[in-house]
């Protein structure tokens, strides 16, 4: 079975700044997806980026970007340039490309990040 | 476009009672997912229909819980005898075709159970 570890259950950064947020995973499967999902305070989850990982070069996008090291197991996201309406929490997620049970994402247990003024 | 929708968006009901919950999901989107976020569980998947195959049925609780979807398009989620520990927000997902096609969520229904 996959799982999602999200060892920073809350962060805060100054609004600019850049911060990083960390996941780690455990699977047998050599061919899946990582995703980073935002979840505002509105409840809507939000895609923020997302991996393949038959892909070595990291994923960007704007002020979002992946350090994803697959034999390590990890995927953390880093926020550039932090604004206010970056705060939410933040989801780190996988998804198998074959066989059973794939389309269904596994979330970690989120990271709450507070970007302040 | 449309985003994914979801009804209602609060749900207060009694224990024991059947509740019903609707998921739109985007126009052409043939994937549809249906996910449980809650305090003690964090987010965990349900259900998940693709076009006219059977539904994943894999990560549904209990017997109390049931979903179809009607003509490939509007999903309903129902539990029936519903119990405390089914409060919790709701999540519909939609996706195009593809197995990596990213998902597309609503804001959820907020179920409390009292």
């Known amino acids: 079975a996959q799982t999602v570890t999200q060892s920073q259950p809350e962060m805060s950064v100054q609004e600019a700044e850049t911060v990083t947020l960390s996941c780690t995973y455990d699977?047998?499967?050599?061919?899946?997806?990582l995703f980073w999902y935002k979840q505002p305070p509105s409840r809507q989850m939000i895609l923020v980026i997302r991996?393949?990982?038959?892909?070595?070069q990291n994923a960007t996008e704007n002020r979002f970007s992946v350090n994803f090291q697959k034999a390590a197991k990890s995927f953390s996201l880093k926020i550039s340039d932090s604004q206010l309406g970056d705060t939410a929490m933040y989801f780190c997620a996988f998804m198998k490309q074959y066989g059973g049970s794939q389309g269904n994402l596994i979330f970690g247990k989120g990271t709450k990040l507070s970007v302040k003024p | 476009g449309a985003g994914v929708s979801q009804s209602p968006s609060n749900k207060v009901t009694e224990k024991g009672k059947d509740v019903e919950l609707r998921c739109d999901p985007i126009?052409?989107?043939?994937?549809l997912y249906w996910y449980r976020q809650s305090l003690g569980q964090g987010l965990e998947f349900l259900i998940y229909f693709q076009g006219n195959s059977a539904p994943d049925k894999s990560g549904l609780p209990s017997d109390r819980f049931s979903a179809e979807r009607t003509g490939g398009s509007v999903s309903t989620l129902t539990i029936q005898r519903t119990q405390q520990e089914d409060s919790a927000v709701y999540l519909c997902?939609?996706?195009?075709?593809?197995?990596?096609?990213?998902?597309?969520f609503g804001p959820g229904t907020r179920l409390t159970v009292l």
């Open positions: 699977t047998s499967e050599n061919n899946y997806y």
């Open positions: 997902a939609s996706s195009s075709q593809y197995v990596a096609d990213t998902q597309y």
């Open positions: 126009s052409g989107h043939t994937a």
């Open positions: 991996q393949e990982a038959y892909k070595q």
